[in-house]
């Protein structure tokens, strides 16, 4: 396992509950690459000289910016190489590795919560169908929903991703800023925010939208940017997302 | 029950679920005023000056620009008129009525999709404590989550409520937009959008936060803004949210 971070900590715990043995991991910290190994109970290094040669695969979860690096440090012989990036196309790989592929799990992670992978999506490629069938086997063993992506398909989601997930916990942490500024607790969001997402289960999105940029209640909107004048950032994407959802809606 | 739609609807069978019973709808437009009517089984109809004097409560769940026109246009003797609106202040009825409150169930509500209220918080404001404890019974009959705010206060919940519901919401539609573009399925999106949800019940939303604006990966956040280039409001979009994300966990 290259990387020690949020991916890598998840994705190996997953894999090492099910059956697969994670031998070592790699980290440029070594804090960190002791922390997730104790968690795997396996080998770590922080000197990607000292990589080990036997393994099936090698996992590369580290952040896009530093996967060329990893890769350009170290021989990579005929083993099977995988980066889990949404956004890095897989011929990265190309120079460095004789096989390749992709290995995506396509869900929000943290070092602290854990994740059940049952229902993950696991989006694949790789650079043959050999390599393919090693792919869907060791996402197989972790879900029971493996998805075959190409590159552009992959980024097309991520970015769906940042919308829907990264950006959607900014609202959620806007809110309760908003609510604290009166001393008033963010859990009384919570049902709000469950019924919110609960609701593309079994509705499509557009179906679902309600709120007085819906309405074009102007007077409910006028309020509510008066009330973010000293929020001119606020203000500024109360306006976007609501004349957005006027224009999506007309 | 004044007003026929999705709050109107939803409060109305949680409140006729629970022992009580809706006289009378009254709304602007026959079609639903009849709609609604019959799935509380109860007369309707479309002229303030017919709403029948007889009742306990007067329930005004209109648009919040509507409200003052309805109340203008009738007598409202000594009967318990409430309001159901986030940003209209309690005092709105000060001029109208002699026994007035704000009842607000704080949740997202669609004339399709039935609502469980158990959970829901209902806020709850009255101008006497003889008012406020006929509320507070009203409330507690269909919900465990009784909440009492002064106006201000809900101003500021609904104000949050746009930004982690109705905003939330619009970036789901936003990523369905995304996939459909490439023809890939929003239901990929399902198990990310549940599982950030379902953080804010153990977390803070901050410590959730992930993504490449988070990580400072402009190598990411420059390849989607460039796969954004023909849609200048999503780029706007991006460039904001991502830059308050930096802010905020610098």
Request: proline share 4%; with cysteine.
């Amino acid at each position: 396992m290259i990387g020690a971070g949020n991916l890598a900590t998840q994705l190996g715990l997953a894999l090492s509950e099910n059956g697969h043995t994670i031998v070592q991991v790699w980290s440029r910290t070594l804090k960190s690459a002791a922390k997730l190994a104790a968690k795997l109970k396996c080998q770590y290094t922080t000197d990607i000289s000292l990589i080990y040669y036997e393994t099936d695969i090698y996992i590369i979860a580290v952040s896009d910016q530093a996967i060329e690096e990893v890769l350009a440090k170290r021989l990579w012989g005929t083993a099977l190489v995988v980066h889990t990036a949404g956004s890095t196309p897989m011929s990265i790989l190309y120079p460095y590795c004789k096989n390749f592929g992709v290995f995506y799990p396509f869900q929000t992670f943290t070092i602290a919560k854990k994740v059940n992978f049952c229902q993950v999506p696991v989006c694949i490629e790789a650079n043959s169908p050999q390599n393919l069938s090693v792919l869907k086997e060791l996402a197989g063993s972790i879900t029971q929903n493996i998805r075959l992506f190409d590159s552009d398909q992959r980024q097309k989601i991520h970015l769906a991703a940042v919308f829907v997930c990264n950006f959607v916990n900014h609202l959620y942490t806007i809110g309760a800023e908003l609510l604290k500024e009166d001393g008033l607790d963010f859990e009384i969001l919570i049902p709000l925010i469950l019924e919110t997402a609960s609701n593309v289960m079994n509705h499509s999105p557009e179906s679902s939208q309600t709120g007085p940029a819906l309405r074009k209640d102007k007077i409910v909107m006028n309020k509510h940017l008066a009330s973010l004048e000293n929020h001119p950032d606020l203000k500024k994407l109360y306006t976007l997302v609501s004349k957005r959802i006027i224009k999506t809606h007309k």
